[in-house]
């Protein structure tokens, strides 16, 4: 294995990719690492140090302060000194001088020919070790340095939640997001569990997702249990959306944002004579809607559409719907465990920006549902801007809607609105509500 085929040498390949052309984290990491022959453990450690230098950027930048004098050119160089300080702080198991080693080949290995990177490197990594951590005196500035979050965004939620509240929910997302799987309505729960008990994968249940196994390990998706559609890989908060309508069997569904899909199989997975239509903007996107109907063998109740939510009144007539998804594209300020890069990229501007749409997708598909028919609202965002917000503005231009209560999972929400933030699971943060259109 050459230096950058090592666990590091991966991990820093993909953080490139990252801090440099802005790529996604989940689909750098993946396509760095597909066709690699790592260990398990290997991949765990180009895993960890992958995500952990990611979420904690701002904190690792903050400890590079006045120990670099010149400037870093080479491409490799921030990433490798990011990594190795989040290596030395957080990593208790791996000790100092392995981290000086290894840094020391990587800069080696992704250096120019004749570069002295490596002496810069092991410089600066030698006087950060005899320096240790620094942190801001204004709280803050402290508390946004110290977990990671831009300033913007520890104002944000200290305002909606508290300081207490705020610490807390920081605290728990920078912990690593759970492997959460949905097992198939369609599938014998009980077999399912059993199975994946046998292989290894230690299930638990989740405290509010009846339909959830979480894992305590990776790599469900190379199992035939999955390939053959017993179960589907979702966080348990996102399984419940589904849930909070109240399905006959036999009724016409749109999922009016629906790729990649998950939520469509599910929709799909209660319907007898009944079929879900799978809009998505993006028309490239329903393949994989395409592709996951017929993994979880429900591709016959699914019909799959490219086109913009907010025209959908051309492509269908008022009242084809009994029942209405909109799961809107949203910040994803839910999924900071699991994307942790979305912490750097949204603004304060794009909460309003994305309430603009939402509502207009919600107002555009309202004439689409039958009198009595249910519409449920959905976000992985946390956000007042993106749930709260949108549902009351909808609610003032559209009087024949009404909010109604809904059990979902083992969740009940008397006022039809449900918010989880990720700290009182340990899953995603999502909000949901659930409409009525009066008869
Ligand atoms: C939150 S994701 C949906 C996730 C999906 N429901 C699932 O559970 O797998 C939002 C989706 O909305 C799509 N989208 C964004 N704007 C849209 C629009 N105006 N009309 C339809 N789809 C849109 C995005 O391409 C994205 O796939």
């Known amino acids: ?30 396509h760095v690492l597909a066709d690699q022959q790592l260990t398990p453990a290997d991949r765990n450690l180009a895993t960890q140090i992958f995500y952990g230098t990611i979420q904690r950027k701002l904190f690792l ?13 080479e491409p490799y160089l921030e990433p490798l000194l990011l990594m190795s300080i989040y290596q030395l702080v957080f990593l208790d198991k791996i000790p100092d001088r392995a981290v000086l080693d290894e840094a020391n080949k990587l800069a080696k290995a992704f250096g120019r020919p004749k570069s002295s990177g490596f002496r810069l490197v092991n410089g ?39 300081l207490k509240r705020t610490e807390q929910m920081l ?17 014998k729960f009980d077999s399912v569990w059993q199975s994946l008990v046998q292989s290894g994968f ?15 390990k990776g790599g469900i998706s ?15 908060a996102a399984g419940l959306v589904v849930e909070a309508f109240d399905f006959a069997g036999d009724e016409q569904v749109l999922d009016a944002c629906s790729a990649p899909g998950g939520k469509t199989v599910q929709i799909a997975e209660h319907l007898t004579k009944g079929k879900v239509t799978a809009l998505d903007i993006h028309a490239k996107k329903l393949a994989l809607v395409e592709q996951n109907a017929k993994r979880m063998g429900v591709a016959d109740k699914v019909a799959v559409k ?8 051309t492509f269908f007539s008022d009242q084809s719907f009994a029942k209405i998804l909109v799961d809107a594209p949203c910040s994803g300020l839910g999924l900071l465990r699991r994307k942790p890069e979305i912490r750097y990229t949204k603004q304060l501007a794009d909460l309003r920006n994305l309430q603009r749409i939402q509502l207009q997708i919600l107002d555009q598909v309202s004439f689409l549902l039958k009198p009595t028919g249910e519409l449920v609202y959905s976000t992985c965002s ?20 009404e909010l109604v209560p809904f059990t979902a999972g083992n969740l009940t929400s008397d006022s039809g609105m449900l918010k989880i933030l990720p700290d009182t699971y340990g899953s995603d943060g999502f909000f949901i509500a659930k409409l009525r259109l009066r008869g």
Not at 133 to 157: I, M
Not at 222 to 236: R, V, Y
């Open 222 to 236: 190379n199992t035939p249990m999955f390939k053959e559609g017993q179960l589907t890989i979702q966080d348990e």
């Open 382 to 401: 946390i956000s007042v801007e993106e749930n709260e917000e949108v549902i009351d503005q909808f609610l003032k231009t559209h009087a024949d809607f």
């Open 202 to 216: 230690s299930p638990a249940r989740s405290a509010l997702n009846p339909q959830a196994a979480i894992l305590a």
């Open 61 to 73: 930048e903050y400890q590079l302060k006045g120990l670099v004098r010149t400037k870093l050119r």
């Open 171 to 187: 605290a728990s997302l920078n912990q690593p997001a759970k492997n959460s799987t949905r097992i198939s309505g369609l599938a």
């Open 124 to 162: 600066i990594l030698r006087a950060f070790i005899r320096r240790q951590t620094q942190l801001p005196k204004e709280d803050l500035a402290k508390l946004s340095v110290q977990e990671s979050f831009p300033q913007w965004l520890v104002s944000y939620f200290i305002k909606n939640w508290g």
């Open 306 to 313: 490219a086109c913009d939510a907010r025209q959908a009144g």
């Open 1 to 30: 294995m050459s230096v950058k085929t090592s666990a590091r040498g991966l991990a820093l390949t993909a953080l490139m990719r990252v801090f440099k052309q802005q790529s996604y984290s989940n689909i750098s990491l993946n």
